[in-house]
């Protein structure tokens, strides 16, 4: 029987490990600048960008997930009847991220655990593993991640990223990146 580990290592083995770590390094790092960005562009700190990237993230594709992101930006200060009926991601995930965009203490709506990661992530945080549909997959487990499996999958990152040298944040990442065939 394959361990989750050792299905991680065919994976970056198949995309090619050393591309797919260089690009997992790059990977938050390329987040943290695009929540700068916005930031800067819509006169709010990049903290909150990114809480906001975390909470509209569930069940997005990344590129679905910026847009959003930034769509939010754009109609967070009109009233709710000038702002797009749809942002191209999960509506309660949308709502979610107005409340963050528009809350004086909106840190309280980053939760559960594959968020609450991921925002810690993007931050800058090289600990916390984010655990997604894709790593569920990656694993051969489908998409829908439970407690046991999740924590099957942050122990299987953390032994990757023992043998590969590098952080438990930056082996998600190129699993990830590996195992979609982009960073994009």
């Known amino acids: 029987m394959q361990t989750i580990a050792n299905k991680y290592y065919h994976t970056l083995n198949a995309y090619g490990i050393d591309d797919a770590i260089e690009q997992g390094k790059a990977w938050y790092p390329n987040a943290w600048d695009k929540c700068k960005f916005m930031g ?17 993230s569930p069940r997005a594709r990344w590129s679905k997930n910026l847009l959003a992101t930034e769509q939010i930006l754009q109609d967070m200060h009109r009233p709710e009847y000038k702002r797009r009926p749809s942002y ?88 990830w990146i590996a195992y979609r065939g982009s960073a994009a």
């Open 40 to 56: 800067y562009w819509y006169d709010v700190t990049p903290e909150r960008v990114a809480a906001i990237m975390a909470v509209t």
């Open 88 to 175: 191209g991601i999960l509506r309660k995930n949308a709502a979610k991220g107005m409340l963050v965009a528009n809350d004086r203490y909106y840190s309280r709506h980053v939760t559960g655990p594959k968020v609450t990661n991921f925002y810690l992530n993007i931050l800058g945080h090289t600990d916390p593993i984010t655990v997604d549909a894709i790593m569920g997959k990656a694993a051969g487990s489908g998409s829908d991640i439970r407690v046991g499996m999740r924590n099957e999958i942050e122990t299987a990152v953390r032994s990757l990223s023992e043998v590969l040298g590098i952080t438990p944040r930056d082996t998600q990442a190129a699993v």
